[in-house]
């Protein structure tokens, strides 16, 4: 362990353990490369979309407490990193343009109501963007192809 271990992309040692292979998934065709939007980890993306929805549930309680609102805030704003790190440029992008800059710390309950609404509604949209370009992609390639697409390989509708 004295430096000896390969380093993984990210600058970890290999630790030995599996990692089913990456997915991108490229919604959306355009003409300039630049505007491709594309989400390089679907499953990071599914995951925010569970915790996006738990936390809006609490959320919504009728008797949050006003303790509960700055941790909310912190997971939001955990969340909304979280995404920008799964996505292209461009979608990024469009995520940064709803969300706008990061708020104060001092949001009242339902200003991060309506934050927390804003992400999740731009994230359900994402997720079924995803479902439909998976479906899309397993329909002309046949269902065991997506589980043996290579490394890094993007999933697109016109996959063949």
Known sequence: MGGTEPARPGGRPDTGVVRPPRLAV??????????????DAPDRVLRIWAMLTSASVELHQANL???AVPRLQRQLDAFIAELERSLSPALAGELHHLVGP????GLTADELRVEYATVLSWTIGLVIGI????EVASARTGPASLSTVSRDQPVTAEAA
């Open 26 to 39: 490229v919604m959306g065709h355009s003409a300039d490369a630049s505007r491709v939007c594309r989400v």
């Open 102 to 105: 990061t708020p104060g710390p």
């Open 131 to 134: 479902l439909t370009e998976l």
């Open 65 to 67: 407490r006003p303790e």
